[in-house]
């Protein structure tokens, strides 16, 4: 089975513009999570997205927002982007939502906001 | 609100060595408990995971923790560590009706020497 992919690896954006990150989880998968990873905070979670719906969501500012379509696929948006959001975006995919379930990471985007 | 704390940043042990990495959690009832490797540029790989049962799980790659609950902890432990070995090691956990959301330590980056 094909694993977590996430478009683009690499992405350079300045301060203001917005961004759409992508993710196709494992297939039969039908949650996916988005986390963002910086050297100062570390692992934070943004949110989790199972059928369509928003399930759980971090403790983010409105900018940043995401959705999933019907075949599971998720992608997440950065709007007004600060220097801050420099960082790595990774999705996770795992088969339930409801509790916790095993969670499989993408490789991850890294973005740099200049 | 749940936590997770992984006291030791770094850790440096010399091929062949056992290593032990240690993480301890804060939450009210059982957790969900998990270790995800990193190496750098890439995405987390799940070593092993405890939801319950033996508290005594095995991962992949040789590793194993051991829960214990008196202790809010889950440490990580090899027997001998190969020059492979080398990442950056994350414990995190999920909670009851909290869907997918995982709270993540801050990593411990283990060095290998030859």
């Known amino acids: 089975k094909a694993g977590v992919t996430q478009t683009p690896r690499y992405l350079i954006k300045t301060r203001g513009q917005q961004v759409t990150l992508s993710c196709s989880p494992i297939s039969g998968h039908r949650s996916v999570s988005w986390y963002q990873q910086t050297p100062g905070q570390g692992l934070q979670f943004l949110f989790e997205?199972?059928?369509?719906?928003?399930?759980n969501k971090g403790n983010f500012p409105g900018r940043f927002s995401g959705r999933q379509f019907s075949n599971s696929r998720s992608e997440m948006n950065v709007s007004t982007l600060e220097l801050g959001d420099s960082a790595l975006y990774l999705c996770a995919s795992s088969l339930i939502a409801g509790h916790t379930d095993t969670q499989y990471f993408g490789p991850g985007t890294r973005l740099t906001v200049l | 609100a749940q936590s997770v704390t992984q006291p030791d940043i770094h850790i440096t042990v010399s091929e062949g060595a056992s290593l032990e990495l240690r993480c301890n959690y804060s939450?009210?009832?059982?957790?969900?408990l998990f270790w995800y490797v990193q190496s750098p540029g890439q995405g987390l790989q799940l070593l092993l995971k405890?939801?319950?049962?033996?508290?005594l799980v095995q991962g992949i790659k040789g590793f194993e923790a051991e829960f214990k609950r008196s202790q809010s902890s889950f440490n990580l432990r090899k027997p001998s560590v190969h020059w492979s070995d080398a990442a950056e090691y994350f414990c995190?956990?999920?909670?009851?009706?909290?869907?997918?959301?995982?709270?993540f330590g801050g990593g411990t980056r283990l060095m290998v020497k030859p």
């Open positions: 995190a956990v999920g909670v009851y009706n909290a869907g997918n959301m995982l709270t």
């Open positions: 939450y009210g009832a059982t957790p969900y």
């Open positions: 405890y939801f319950s049962g033996d508290t």
């Open positions: 997205y199972f059928s369509e719906t928003q399930r």
